[in-house]
Each structure stands twice: as C-alpha cells, then as structure tokens.
C-alpha cells in the first residue's frame, strides 16, 4: 500500500509518498520526497487574503504533487495545512476549493495537532526512548513539544517563525546586529516557559536545522541521509549566523549554493531561532530530522489502523 503526505506550510509544500507494510502497519519505505518553496504566507497579517499569485503558486505544484501521487499510484492522500491556512480569512475557502479540484480533503490543523504530528515524525530520529523535545520551526509558527510515544509532557504552537520574524523585524540586507538581537529577544520572551522541561534529547525537524546540518557537513545539496540523526552543534549554528549576516540574500546564494534557494533571506532568522531556543533549554546542540509534519500524518494513520 501506497500513501501520500503533503505540508503546506507558510514558506514550503512538502510531499512524502511511502510504502506501508500492510501486515505490519509500518513504512517500509520512502519512495519520494518532495519540497518546494512557494511561500504562501508572504507578508500574510492574521485576517487577511492569501493573495491570488501565492494561490495559483500553490495550485501549480499540487498540480505537480498529484501526477507524481497517480504515478506511484497511492491508496491513500493525506493533506494538512498550517499556519498560513490557519490565519488567512481565505484559509477555509481555499481548503474546501483544493479539496473539491483534487479529490482528497484539506485539514487544516491547529497548532496543538501540528506540534503532535511533528513529534509523531521526528521522535523516531533517534534509536533512544525516553523524553524528547521536539522542535519544528516553520515559516509563521514554531512548535515545541516535549514528552515519549506513552505521555505528552508540553505542547504548544508558538505564533512566530522565519518569516514572520524576518517581516517584523529585519530593516536591512543583510541583517542589522540590532535586528538579529531583536528577534533573538521576542524569542527568548515567548518561549521563556520551556526553560525547565525534563529530556532526554533534542530534535529539530523541518528546514533550518536541514539546511545547518547541510552546510556545516560542506555540503551545497541537500541529502536526507547526511542529515537524519545528524547531531547539529550549538557551536556550529553560532559560526554559521556569524557567517550568514555578513552577507545580503543574494550574496548568500552565490557563496552556500542550491541549499539555500528559496530560504536566503529568512535563514539567519531561522538559525538566531534555533540558537535561542537551545539557550533557552541550556542545549549544546540538537538532532536532526527532515521527518516533520508529513512523516507524523503517515505515522498517526498507521497507529489508527492498528
């Protein structure tokens, strides 16, 4: 049996097409991953349109993810939307118009069920049971979420991310020292709460700690193999945000390559994120998993079919 996953999220779409061992219930194999960056939450304030180009933008590489999804000829498609959905006045019209065009219904989930998803994907990074925090920063929230697969501890979906951060605070390009510590501050305020949760280990799922593990092993393309489990040192994010804000978003591009296509303007936001939220929980450092929301909606109907 084949099932698709897609994220829409606020800055990519992510599709994950496995193959599921029906006697066991379990994947047994990744057939395809897929990310684009469309970036549908631009500039998106909550109550407002997501705007028509972002909409089309966004149908075009559905369009795309669902010619792939026949061809691996699927039993089963699975799409949950994120923050962008959860925000915009036009989150529930656009759901219902992909779900009617596409055949297979959009859920739109809220931050609570998106930080469990990403805890159902990433907390298999990692061979070791126990206590683990998850984190999954996204482009307009983050969630932390901390427990084992018997108790969920803490969970909650904080209302800011890459690209909300880098909206409301960055004034130049590249990146002013006082904005950098502006971010840094809101992030630290926000998440002040978590500073005495119990763990074992730390993962961080989705594009920023992917795309650190990606350059810190010198590499310019991204392979999911060099950085599942890789464990991504605080010391290795500081020296790349030192790095990242000597330079603006196009000199970016030309010195770290494809990785960063798509992300060279809200990377350094997604590493001083990161960095905070690893003082914060006196870390040196994290896992890394690319097994975020689209993984966990796999893995959650796994566990109701058993």
């Not at 029906?22 to 469309?38: K, W």
């Not at 990692?126 to 683990?132: A, Q």
């Not at 990785?259 to 003082?279: A, F, N, P, Q, Y």
């Amino acid at each position: 049996m084949n099932i698709a996953s897609i994220d829409i999220g606020t800055n990519t779409v992510l599709l994950l097409i496995a193959q599921i061992d029906t006697s066991t219930n379990t994947i047994s194999q990744v057939l395809n991953n897929e990310y684009r960056m469309p970036r549908i939450g631009k500039a998106l304030k909550p109550g407002e349109h997501i705007s028509e180009m972002k909409v089309q933008e966004l149908l075009t590489i559905l369009d795309e993810y669902f010619m792939l999804i026949k061809e691996a000829n699927c039993n089963k498609v699975l799409i949950n939307a994120t923050n962008a959905f959860r925000i915009a006045s036009n989150g529930e019209s656009l759901a219902k118009s992909i779900t009617e065009k596409y055949g297979f219904k959009v859920n739109i989930v809220s931050g609570n069920d998106e930080a469990h998803l990403s805890f159902l994907g990433g907390y298999s990074a990692t061979p070791d049971s126990g206590n683990k925090i998850i984190i999954d920063i996204g482009g307009g929230s983050t969630e932390i979420i901390c427990g084992n697969m018997n108790n969920i501890l803490f969970s909650e979906s904080f209302p800011f991310g890459v690209v909300s951060l880098t909206e409301k605070y960055a004034t130049g390009n590249p990146m002013l020292p006082e904005n950098i510590i502006s971010i840094a501050g809101h992030v630290k305020k926000t998440i002040a709460k978590i500073s005495n949760l119990p763990y074992n280990q730390i993962i961080s799922v989705a594009g920023t700690p992917t795309t650190f593990a990606t350059i810190v092993q010198n590499s310019t393309v991204y392979k999911e193999d060099l950085v599942e489990g890789y464990f991504l040192a605080k010391s290795g994010i500081m020296k790349l945000n030192n790095e990242f804000k000597k330079y603006n978003s196009k000199e970016l591009l030309n010195e770290y390559g494809t990785i960063l296509t798509g992300r060279e303007d809200v990377i350094l936001t997604g590493g001083v994120i990161l960095k905070s939220i690893l003082e914060t929980l006196n870390s040196e450092g994290t896992y890394v998993s690319a097994k975020g929301v689209r993984f966990g909606a796999i893995v959650k109907y796994i566990q109701q079919l058993n």
